[in-house]
């Protein structure tokens, strides 16, 4: 059988529109793909609005620390007199303690005023306290002493316990501590018996029970 030109001219004609057509519905189907995937959210990380924060570690207070406010630990060293001096047994007394050394020239000039504070409130309750830190042996303190005239009582602590105790490296450094035996009162440097802090602390010191 011959085909006739009629019926292959629309065989052909028919064969090209399914193959355009094919086409455009292949680009059809790609586009909508590409469509889709470009319109999938993107994803951020985001901090949590109530996510816990650590808390700052407390400070420790290291082990012998001993601040304003805080209770005097026990301490006994000996006296230039030969005997102890207990500071635990001053306990019903206030305490000015005074950490000194001979070759401390801001020491040499506060003895007065240490004088002048023992004088005056010795009788109302007040004993103030010399420590030397003094390394050089006893013959140096006792010639010192004699020569700058002290009248209050001196203890010797060469080691320097009291300094590790009260954390300081500064002479001189003065404590106050009250009857009960409470550090209320604390001065790096040389004392005024002028000083208003002083003053108000002592006597606040002296009029408790």
């Known amino acids: 059988m011959v085909e006739s030109p009629a019926n292959s ?14 086409k455009l519905i292949s680009i059809a189907l790609l586009v909508s793909f590409a469509c889709a995937k470009s319109e999938q ?3 951020h990380r985001v901090a949590h609005p109530f996510a816990r924060k650590r808390a700052p570690k407390p400070k420790v207070q290291e082990p012998g620390e001993v601040s304003l406010g805080s209770m005097m630990p026990p301490y006994q060293t000996p006296s230039l007199d030969g005997k102890q001096f207990d500071l635990a047994a001053q306990k019903g007394t206030v ?6 050394a001979t070759w401390c020239q ?14 005056e409130y010795s009788s109302r ?15 140096g303190v006792k ?6 005239k002290m009248t209050y009582p001196i203890a010797l602590d060469p080691e320097g316990k ?10 001189p450094t003065t404590v106050l501590i009250d009857k009960s035996g409470k550090i209320v009162w604390k001065q ?3 004392v005024s018996s002028n000083d208003e802090s002083l003053q108000k602390a002592l006597t606040a010191a002296l009029a408790a029970s």
């Open 162 to 171: 009291i300094a590790n105790m009260l954390q300081t490296s500064i002479l």
């Open 41 to 43: 959210p993107v994803l």
């Open 143 to 148: 010639a010192f002493v004699k020569e700058q």
């Open 125 to 139: 309750g007040l004993k103030v306290v010399g420590v030397s830190l003094d390394d050089t042996g006893v013959d």
């Open 9 to 22: 001219g629309a065989f052909v004609f028919y064969n090209g529109v399914m193959t355009r057509l094919v």
């Open 95 to 100: 305490v000015l303690l005074n950490l000194w």
């Open 188 to 190: 790096y440097g040389a």
């Open 106 to 119: 801001p020491c040499r000039f506060e003895i007065p005023e240490l004088e002048k504070m023992q004088k």
